[in-house]
Every structure is written in C-alpha cells, then in structure tokens.
C-alpha cells in the first residue's frame, strides 16, 4: 500500500518553496508538531530531504516567520502562474514531454526506495500474547473519507518496536506514536491538507502522449526546443496558418510498446540491469507480482478472445453472472453478463470520460455484445475497440477501489485486525489469526492518510470524483455480494455460473484453496473448543464477534452459534486475506502493460490512443508500485514469493525471465511447508499440536499447488478449456500468495 512518505515529503518540499497549486494553505503551526516524528530516518535520501525541511522549520520556528513558507508557496504560484499564461505548465513539470501539469507529488516518489524485494519474516513480526490492550484503547482511529463508515485504528500491534517497515527507514515505533498517539488527528488533518487543498490537480492538464518523446525521460534539446517553439507561437498569438503545427498531440500513431518501457522504467528497474546511482537508485520493482501478461504489441491488439478471457479466467471474473432473464432484459440470448454500466452514473472529474460496461457473453464465455452508457455495441461497430477498453478499465478501476481497497484492505483486514486484538493475550485465535493480521492496521493506516482520502492516490490515479466514489460505495455496500457476509462457496452458488462456473479459476483453484483453509482453521477449533455449546458459551468470542461485526460494511456477519459457524466465519476472513487478496491486488501487470486497462480516459475519444493521460497514468501506477513489496509468504517458506523455488512446473507457462539469482526453472526446488511455528509457542499444553495443525496447512497448500500448475499447464495450452478460460491464473497458486494484507 501506498506511503506515508509521500505527503510527509512533499510537505517537505513546500517548505523548500515548491509551488502549491492551491490558495488554502496548510497550517504551519499543527504540521511542525506532527512532522519531526514521521521523518526519521536512515535513508540517505530521505535523510537529505528531512536535513533540508528540518533546517526550514527550525528557522521559521526561530524567527517566528511563517511568512517564510508561504513566500516559497508564493514564489511557486507565480512560477506556474506564468507557465500558464505562456500556454504551457511544462516548466514545472515532471512530465513535460507531454505538457501535463505540474504536480509536486510526483517529485519525492522518484527520489525514494519504496520496495522490499526479500520476504518479510517472522523476526519483524510481535508476539501474539503480549498485551497491548491500553494501547489500543488510546489509539487515534484514522476514517477513510471515501468509505464513511469505516475506521482504522492508528497504532499496530503486530510490529516491532524495534523494526522498520517501508517506507525505508521509519521505525515501528516512530508510526505507531505518529498514527497513533496524540497527534494522530493533526497528521490526518495534514494529510488533507496535502493532497486536497495544497495540491489539487488540474483535469485539463493531465497531458498528451506523444511517442516521439515516449522512451526518453531525459530533456533531450529537442524536445525544450519543440516546447519553447510553441509557447513561443501562442505567447505571440500567431495565426494559426503561420504556426509550425507540432505532429503532438492530435496525429500521433500509437506505440503501445514504448509507453509500456517509459511509464514503467520510470519507476522500476525490471531487469536489474540499472546502474547504480542512474534509475536503478530510484526505481521500484513490482515484476515479482506480475500474474501473467497480455501480449498486446502485435497488431491484432486486444482480440476479442483476450477480451472474453480478461473476464473469464483473469481479473474479471468476479463480474462475472449468470443472465438472469428478468432484470437483463437486453441479453439477447446470452449466458452470462458482466454488469458495471451504474458507473455510467457515478460522477467523473470534469473532461474525463464516464467508467461503465455491461458485457454479455455466450455459454463458451465468448463475448457477443456491450452496454455501454445505455447505448449497446457489437463486434463490428466502428466504437468496438475503443468501448472494450473502456470496460476493462473500468474492471480494472472497481477491483482497485472496491474489491482491493474497500473489500479485501477496509472490509476483511481491517475487520480482523481491529477485533483479534482486543482478545485476551493468552486467546487462541490470537495465535491463529496473528500471521494473517501482520502489518494490516499499518496499511490501512497508511491508506487513509494517501489512498483512502480526497485527491489522494485513487482519486489521481483513477477519475471518480469524490461523489462518484460515494455513488459506486453505496451501490456496492447494496448490491454486490462480496459484501454480503457468506464463505466463498455459498458466493459462488449464488452468481449462477452453472457447469460453465466450475471451470472458471477464481472458482476451479479458489474454492479447493478455501477447503483447506476450512480445514485447517476446523482443525485448530477442535484443539480448543469440544462441542458446540462451549463456543456458544465462550463470553470472548461474543465480544470478538461484536468487534468484527463492527467494522463490516454491512454489519451482518453471522453468529457463532456452532463450531461450525465460528470456522466458516474465520476461514472466509483468511481467504479474503490471502489467496483473494492475490487476486483482487495483483492487477500489477494489466495497470502498467498500456492497451490493457488504462486507469482514466479522456471525455474526447481522439485524444485518447488506448491510454490514460500521463498523470493519471503515473498515479495509477504509483499505486500499483507502492502495493509491489513482498511481506509474509503463506507457506513460512520466503524463497516462495522470491521465485526461488515452486516454479519447475511453470516453465511451459512463464510470462517473464525469473530473477537473475534464482535458479532456473528446471533446477527449482519444491516449496517448503514451513508455515510460522514461533506464532503458537507459549506454555500453553496445545503449542505443539497448534504447529503441527499450522505445518500441515502449508502441506496442503503446497498439493493443492501441484493441482494448479497441472490445470495451468493445461489452460496455457487450451486442453480441456474453451478458449475463454485457456489461460493460466496463478492467484491461489503459493508463490503468490500471503499470510496476510500486509501490502
Ligand atoms: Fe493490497
């Protein structure tokens, strides 16, 4: 999840006299309390940029000049003041190339580590029975502005004290006492303050692509030449038919492979092949959570058969209904339907195309037709292509924002991770469900203070207004059944997928994944209650059920009247954070592959050449980099999620090179079931059977691996799927999966 760095550092840089682009300033007074905790720090680069803002703010507070802020805020205004008024914002931009408008938050993302290629181990991890309880009730509770109703508290106690999570080099301590201690409401307030008042975005100056300059970073001469030559022009108010009229933006043919290699090499260094001190010292690799790829370089483009199959085996597929003939009154006959066309409702910002699509599909999951924006399209039409991408952006969009951020981060995690704290230290769910709590509270945390707000990282990246984000809130919270509390299965019976479902591998891999978890969590409930009636009389499950209950979108999760009951409930909330979290979080690949799923459109069709505006397009693929870093690997085993072992089978089916120290493909080892044994020590009489019960959950997961990659192996080559689901999806797979959202 995305870093609290960013508005912290960017604060930095206002008091360095970088430009708001706002009148409402942030106030000195509350920031100076609150920043000198969050920016400690080892980091080199963090630690010149602290040194700097730290030197502002002792000599503003020595000379009792606040004035001396805002005269750097005022400088800057008038910077930019006077790039506008020469028909540019270039000057001050960190996207010239492509006339998009200056946005100071772009600068500190480029100047930082942000990623954590090694797995997180059990060392950064607390114990399960240490009490934290007076803490917790202290804590400051973060609200997420775009999910009124869902609230985060600020302090952690699954991290150690003496550790450190990203961003590099800020303790665990230090964010604990910072979210959560007495000026955890001055921070978020700052945080406000940062994204909506100091730096909004202006939507009419997200930027052109042009691929003449589109694999070039660096100001070459050209392109200041080609940028001043039309300032110039404007600022003389030449005619037009004197005007050298540049090919950017209007004519430019699409190179979809050269904006890939731009927007991706800005910010991470997939091959490791960087020299230091050059973009390798600033990039961030998210390749380790690439699932697959969409080969979109060719001239065919996006088929209509990869269009089928992005819903039918990869990230759509949780769209996915059975027709129901009564309310789909315009299916003409087809099977099944993805529905997202209320989008077309929900408010975007101003010049910025609507998100919507209903896709229907035939009984093979082929696509036959599209509403979009209550006006249908079939294959043929002149709007086809351009209306298709437009759907997948809009899966793409909903995933992040209601099935990644709202469902899997502020429903599932945070519900689980704000109640299993508050049981007795020496409570065995403690124990169980400590690994798949780990870091959850410090991610959401750092959701609401960057991604979960108004202009914060979503609302750049994607176009909703905050409006809009309420409308698809509320249509979700109603509507979908992801929030309706019930364990995968009885989900899946009710999207009426039929035989065609059982095929489908969010179902074919993901219910054999809940099994297991259902197994094991039955297993570790047998250990400690005997009978139905000892649950039912256990007064600390009551109150852990009244703590979950109260942090669910719609309160309704049901009673443990049973162990049965108690093990359903448990099993669905570490699905929700583990194999499902692979699913609906690891878009990394289709957000950052252009042609796949751009995160905005522009309102006017021909400036759009299958892509978001540049800024957009770099948020949304802020998001996705700061969600890269790898945390607890299911199975204990770290070289899993490293692709250092488990990936011998997947040759035949790989989409990319393995890591340069990884061995190859054909000398992989098995992945180890490890699982995390020092969770259950303690003196109770049970530890040794609560670690055997835990190894044999990695066991299981790992055969239930071997089936996967065989079904893999066989979707890659089409045997035995219809070409909608002949592709391999790797999300229950264990070298993708985690312990928890710990990202
Ligand atoms: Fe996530």
């Known amino acids: 999840m995305i870093l609290l760095l960013l508005p912290v550092a960017a604060f930095g840089f206002r008091l360095q006299g970088s430009p708001p682009l706002g009148a409402v300033r942030v106030e000195p007074r509350a920031a100076l ?81 942000l990623i954590r290629k090694k797995a997180q181990t059990w060392t950064n991890v607390t114990s399960p029975s240490q009490d934290d309880r007076d803490q917790i009730d202290a804590a400051y509770e973060w609200s997420h ?55 909004p975005m202006e939507p009419k100056a997200q930027g052109i692509w042009n691929n003449e300059w589109a694999g070039t970073r660096e100001e070459d001469e050209k392109t200041v030449r080609q940028r001043y030559e039309i300032a110039l022009q404007k600022k003389l108010h030449l005619p037009d038919f004197l005007r050298k009229k540049p090919e950017h933006p209007y004519e430019c043919e699409t190179n979809l492979t050269a904006r890939t290699e731009w927007i991706t090499t800005q910010y991470f260094d997939p091959k490791g092949e960087l020299n230091p001190g050059a973009w390798a010292e600033v990039s961030q690799d998210m390749s380790l ?65 609507k998100y919507g699509g209903k896709v229907y599909f035939d009984a093979q999951g082929n696509v036959m037709h599209i509403i979009y924006d209550k006006t249908k399209y079939q294959p043929g039409d002149q709007e086809w292509v351009y209306v298709k991408a437009k759907c997948r ?30 049981l007795p230290p020496d409570h065995p769910l403690r124990r169980l469900l400590w690994p798949h709590i780990f870091n959850a509270i410090g991610v959401n945390r750092k959701a609401a203070a960057s991604l979960s707000l108004e202009g914060g990282l979503f609302t750049r990246g994607w176009r909703l207004t905050l409006k809009g984000v309420h409308k698809a809130y509320e249509h979700v919270a109603e509507h979908w ?5 019930q364990t995968p299965r009885e989900l899946q019976a009710k999207r009426k997928l039929g035989q065609f479902g059982k095929q489908m591998p969010l179902y074919q891999d993901g219910l054999p994944f809940f099994d297991v978890i259902r197994k094991y969590v039955g297993a570790f409930i047998d250990l400690h209650w005997e009978t139905d009636e000892d649950v039912l009389a256990d007064p600390d499950l009551r109150g852990f059920h009244t703590d979950l209950n109260d942090h669910l979108v719609n309160r309704d999760l049901p009673y443990f009247t049973t162990k049965g009951a108690l093990a359903d409930v448990l099993a669905t909330y570490i699905y929700y954070v583990t194999g499902y979290h692979t699913h609906a979080g690891s878009a990394h690949a289709e957000a950052a592959t252009q042609g796949v799923a751009q995160s905005a459109f522009y309102e006017e069709e021909k400036l759009d050449q299958q892509g978001a505006p540049p800024n957009a397009m770099a948020w949304g693929l802020m998001a996705y980099v700061g969600t890269a870093s ?14 250092k072992s488990g990936f011998k089978e997947k040759e035949s089916y790989l989409w990319q090179p393995l890591p340069h120290d990884a061995a190859p493909c054909q000398d992989q080892k098995p992945v180890e079931p490890i699982g995390y044994p020092a969770a259950f020590e303690g003196k109770h009489k049970e530890s040794r059977d609560e670690q055997a019960v835990n190894k044999n959950f990695a066991t299981d997961l790992i055969v239930l691996q071997d089936k996967i990659m065989c079904r893999n192996q066989k979707r890659h080559k089409g045997e035995g799927y219809v070409p909608a689901l002949s592709r391999a999806y790797n999300c229950f797979d264990v070298n993708f999966v985690e312990s928890s959202v710990g990202i």
């Open 33 to 113: 309390r609150a920043l000198p905790q969050m920016v400690a720090s080892n980091d080199e680069h963090v630690r010149d940029d602290q040194h700097a803002a730290d030197q502002i703010i002792k000599l503003a507070e020595l000379l009792d000049l606040p004035e001396l802020v805002d005269g750097g805020i005022d400088l800057g205004q008038e910077l930019l003041k006077e790039g506008r008024d020469l028909g540019i914002t270039s000057p001050l931009s960190t996207f010239q190339e492509f006339d998009a408008d200056y946005d100071v938050l772009q600068k500190p993302i480029t100047s930082a580590k």
């Open 145 to 199: 502005e775009l999910f009124p109703n869902i609230r985060t508290r600020g302090f952690d106690p699954t991290l150690r004290a003496d550790g450190c999570q990203i961003p590099v080099g800020i303790n665990n301590e230090q964010l604990n006492q910072a979210f959560g201690g007495e000026f955890g409401a001055e921070l978020q307030k700052l945080t406000r303050e940062v994204f909506i008042q100091g730096l």
């Open 289 to 353: 959570r690439y699932l697959g790829k969409w080969d979109v370089r060719t001239p065919h483009g996006f088929t209509d058969e990869m269009f089928s199959q992005f819903y039918m085996a990869s990230i759509g597929q949780s769209f996915v209904n059975g027709v129901d003939e009564k309310k789909n009154t315009d299916a003409e006959g087809a099977t099944f339907v993805a529905d997202n066309d209320w989008c077309s409702d929900a408010e975007v910002i101003e010049g910025q195309g």
């Open 393 to 422: 952006s809009t899966v793409l969009m909903l995933l992040t924002g209601m099935e990644h951020l709202l469902g899997t981060h502020l429903t599932f995690s945070n519900s689980l991770a704000m109640a299993t704290p508050k």
């Open 481 to 485: 059944e992801l929030f309706k509390f």
């Open 630 to 643: 790898l945390t607890l690997p299911i199975t204990g085993d770290t070289s899993s999620t490293e692709w």
